[in-house]
């Protein structure tokens, strides 16, 4: 290889590998707030892995390019083009390099996932959930078509809306009374299918406090995009105050969007002819969301 063109391509790549960089670090804009501790080991992932990508797209296309203006042949050329036989040392790199990318993104990843420590094997899905349920400290969370309720067994406190103290472990245990349902919470970065029929033992930690958007990840059926609520993380003083005044009221049914519409369209003349699920009753709860709130 001609030194100019190894001058070339290095500078061509460390070209690339700035413009991959600083790609990278312009991802953590694309993304909602860093409302968790998983979201900031989530979001590195996210800005390494978008480096890499804007390293290899632009490399590739390059690559093209350098080809198409200096290796094209002349207008009237219509001979074939020159018999080429394997090269050894092209193969090797062509399969090393992406080797080493993939395997350093999946070694990356995998400490990423370890260090958020979400959830663990089977048995701690499973086995750990049930003890989990005795610590009055634990938030059981409960998903039904279509609403989400949360009961804090240390309070007395049920709500439909989520309410976690900032920068302290959040420890829930989710549940489905019917089908498969999706807890999923963006500014977090945090998703966790819920299966029917078990106790999931689920954990993270809020690090900003303010209201964001939990939302089910899962198509649960005809109200799905419904079943939404706020989870709002606040101080730990006015998390206690939160749950003191929550035990203070009376429990009542709670506003469900999913069973309000559901009586507004079977009192309509119109009828589409197909059976739908009807939405379970609305939760009774001492402190309900409101979409108006």
Known sequence: MKPRTIVL??????????????????????????????????????????????????GVFLALAYSVLFFRA????????????????VEIIWTVIPFILAMGIAIYSYFIYEQMSIVGPMEHVHGSAKTAEQDPGVIQVVA????????????????????????????????????????????????????????IDFQFTPVQEGRYRLRDSQYSGTYFAAMQTDVVVESPESYRQWLEEGAKR??????????????????????AGWKTVIPANPPIVNYSFTPDK
């Open 74 to 89: 002349g207008r009237y050329d219509y001979t074939d083009g020159p018999a080429m036989e394997g090269n050894l040392s």
């Open 250 to 271: 009376t429990a009542k049914p709670a506003y469900n969007q999913a069973f309000e519409e559901y009586n507004r369209s079977s009192g309509s003349a119109l009828h």
């Open 144 to 199: 039904r078509q279509w609403s989400w309720e949360f009961y804090y067994p240390r309070s007395g406190v049920t709500s439909t809306e989520l309410h976690l103290p900032n920068n302290q472990r959040a420890k829930l245990v989710l549940r489905s009374e019917d089908v498969l349902h999706g807890f999923y919470v963006p500014a977090f970065r945090i998703k966790q299918d819920i299966i029917p029929g078990r106790a």
């Open 9 to 58: 391509i290095g500078t061509s790549a460390i070209a690339l590998a700035a413009i991959g960089w600083v790609t990278g670090q312009a991802a953590y804009s694309w993304l909602p707030p860093q409302a968790s501790a998983e979201s900031k080991l989530i979001d590195n992932l996210f800005s390494a892995m978008v480096g890499i990508g804007t390293f290899i797209l632009l």
